[in-house]
């Protein structure tokens, strides 16, 4: 059975230059301050060619959240993992930031208007919801493979996507002004931090749960390399 695939809208020269434009102007002054005639102002096109290739700023908006310039497309193909759980997060972080960047989080704050309601949400919401998944499914495998102790992975996923998520925003909001480290430390100390957490839990187990039975597996574990 063949998965169904999206088709993606091809866009011309200028359609891409009144959505560059348009986007470029949402982040320095939001939805609402990004108006039709500063768009063809910047994009060098007549207002009137505005209407002529989108419907309005609403379709402009939802074209670009097509294009990786200004969505950051992530895919559970992008991650793959071999049970490590440090080596894995580390690397899961990596990609992340490496697709989340701070002009991305701009875009995300810059679309939250009433004036959009629903529309730009579906493509607000996929990276967050793809990084969840991919989270959700590495730990519940960690789990029923004996590398990590039983616990509520949906409470753990997000913990860690707000601890991923709030280094870019903190980036994007402040810059070196509050940032007081690369992005590679930072990712390199709080996986130590996340990682020793659980694996506290784990020492705190008693004898004969299934905690403790996890923690004298782990050792003899053999874990493939997977894909995701």
């Known amino acids: 059975m063949h998965k169904k695939t999206e088709q993606k809208r091809m866009y011309d020269e200028t359609q891409l230059k ?8 949402i982040l320095e002054k939001g939805y609402s ?17 505005i209407f002529r290739r ?5 379709e402009i908006v ?4 097509e294009l990786s310039k200004w969505n950051p497309g992530l895919s559970e193909n992008d991650f793959s993992y071999e049970g490590d759980l440090e ?15 701070p002009q991305m989080v701009k875009v995300s704050i810059g679309l939250r208007s009433a004036e959009l309601e629903e529309a730009a949400l579906p493509g607000i919401m996929k990276t967050p919801a793809v990084f969840k998944k991919v989270l959700v499914d590495y ?6 493979n004996g590398k990590m102790p039983d616990c509520n992975v949906e409470s753990i996923a997000l913990q860690f996507i707000a601890m991923n998520f709030g280094f870019v925003f903190l980036d994007a909001s402040f810059g070196d002004k509050l940032i007081g480290i690369s992005k590679e430390e930072y990712i390199r100390n709080s996986i130590k931090v996340f990682v020793s957490g659980i694996c506290e839990k784990t020492n705190n187990m008693i004898p004969g749960s ?3 039975v996890f923690h004298a597996r782990i050792k003899k574990h053999d874990f493939g390399t997977h894909k995701t």
């Open 18 to 25: 009144i959505i560059d434009a348009t986007m470029t102007l």
């Open 33 to 49: 301050g990004a108006t039709t005639k500063n768009i063809a102002k910047l994009a060098e096109v007549n207002e009137s060619t």
């Open 54 to 58: 989108f419907d309005g700023k609403k």
């Open 62 to 65: 939802i074209a670009a959240m």
């Open 87 to 101: 080596k894995d997060l580390t690397s899961f972080s990596g990609i992340y930031m490496n697709k989340v960047t």
């Open 139 to 144: 730990f519940t495998e960690m789990i029923e």
């Open 210 to 212: 299934k905690g403790h």
